[in-house]
């Protein structure tokens, strides 16, 4: 696990994948400080982790990150973590669009393609 505050390669990222689940990276973004944790087991141990670094709650979305697909298939908006009735979203995906377009942003500013 490892929190990405600068940048990552797309080939780190497809070596995390094929050191994992093969095809996949699950990442937990931070949308207010714009921080990605990933490679873990769980969505869960990688909010963990940004918690202990200072995140909170209310701003992380776990994604899952498909390094083999392009453009829309590249992220995948799933998650146990994203349920949150409190904030509005009843779901595993992310259903508020401004926070999509930011979690979007914010993995094309930290994973370079």
């Not at 998650?79 to 779901?91: A, D, E, F, H, K």
């Amino acid at each position: 696990m490892k929190i990405i505050k600068t940048a990552l390669t797309l080939n780190e990222l497809q070596e995390m994948a094929a050191d994992s689940f093969g095809n996949l990276v699950k990442a937990v973004v931070d949308v207010d400080r714009e921080f990605i944790a990933i490679d873990a087991e769980l969505h869960s141990d990688l909010e963990a982790l940004l918690l202990e670094d200072g995140s909170k709650q209310k701003n992380l979305w776990g994604v899952n990150l498909y390094p083999q697909l392009q453009k829309d298939e590249f992220i995948e908006f799933d998650s146990l973590i994203n349920m949150r009735p409190s904030q509005g979203n009843r779901s595993r995906g992310v259903e508020n669009q401004e926070i999509r377009r930011k979690i979007i942003a914010i993995v094309a500013k930290r994973i370079a393609k």
